[in-house]
T-cell receptor
Framework: KAGVTQTPRYLIKTRGQQVTLSCSPI?????VSWYQQTPGQGLQFLFE???????NKGNFPGRFSGRQFSNSRSEMNVSTLELGDSALYLC???????????????FGPGTRLTVT | SQKIEQNSEALNIQEGKTATLTCNYT??????LQWYRQDPGRGPVFLLL?????KEKRKERLKVTFDTTLKQSLFHITASQPADSATYLC???????????FGRGTSLIVHP
């Protein structure tokens, strides 16, 4: 099976702008999670989508939002970018999130966002 | 509050030796614990999952132990190779969901 793909791989934006990142999960995976990774904070959970619904959410401001489409592809949007939003944004898909599934995450290569 | 602790100092070992990495946690009662490998600039790669009722899990040269009394997991790589050099992350579910929360990771450097 093809792995998780993310586009774009690199992005440079200016403070105040908005950005949309895209993720295509592994075929058959319905759970898609987004993470932010920075040297200072490590890997932090943003949110998880399952069957087009946000099922879990981390502690990030409302500027960070996402959605999932019927084919399980997901997008993440960050509005009003701040310098501190510079990070590696990782998407991960997981096998069906029923009880008995322990949410092993299969990560994409990430999108490196730089805010200037 | 819940906390996952991994040694922030890099672990340097010689090729052929066994590398042992530690993951300690507080204020968790996790149903499982996972280990991932991450190379620079790339996404983490899932390696192993061990459940709360399992003491030990093996996969090729990898071995994970899980001590729920000590609230600790040990991750071993036997016969280490330079290609094993990477950052290793442990992850536990938190917040009442099954979504894993990640530790900061420990960098392993295997010298030829």
């Amino acid at each position: 099976k093809a792995g998780v793909t993310q586009t774009p791989r690199y992005l440079i934006k200016t403070r105040g702008q908005q950005v949309t990142l895209s993720c295509s999960p592994i075929s058959g995976h319905r759970s898609v999670s987004w993470y932010q990774q920075t040297p200072g904070q490590g890997l932090q959970f943003l949110f998880e989508y399952f069957s087009e619904t946000q099922r879990n959410k981390g502690n990030f401001p409302g500027r960070f939002s996402g959605r999932q489409f019927s084919n399980s592809r997901s997008e993440m949007n960050v509005s009003t970018l701040e310098l501190g939003d510079s990070a590696l944004y990782l998407c991960a898909s997981s096998p069906l999130g029923d009880s008995g599934s322990f949410y092993e995450q299969y990560f994409g290569p990430g999108t490196r966002l730089t805010v200037t | 509050s819940q906390k996952i602790e991994q040694n922030s100092e890099a672990l340097n070992i010689q090729e052929g030796k066994t590398a042992t990495l530690t993951c300690n946690y507080t204020n968790y009662s996790p149903a499982y614990l996972q280990w991932y490998r991450q190379d620079p600039g790339r996404g983490p790669v899932f390696l192993l999952l061990i459940r709360e009722n399992e003491k030990e899990k093996r996969k090729e040269r990898l071995k994970v132990t899980f001590d729920t009394t000590l609230k600790q997991s040990l991750f071993h790589i036997t016969a280490s190779q330079p290609a094993d050099s990477a950052t290793y992350l442990c992850a536990l579910p938190s917040g009442g969901s099954y979504i894993p929360t990640f530790g900061r990771g420990t960098s392993l450097i295997v010298h030829p």
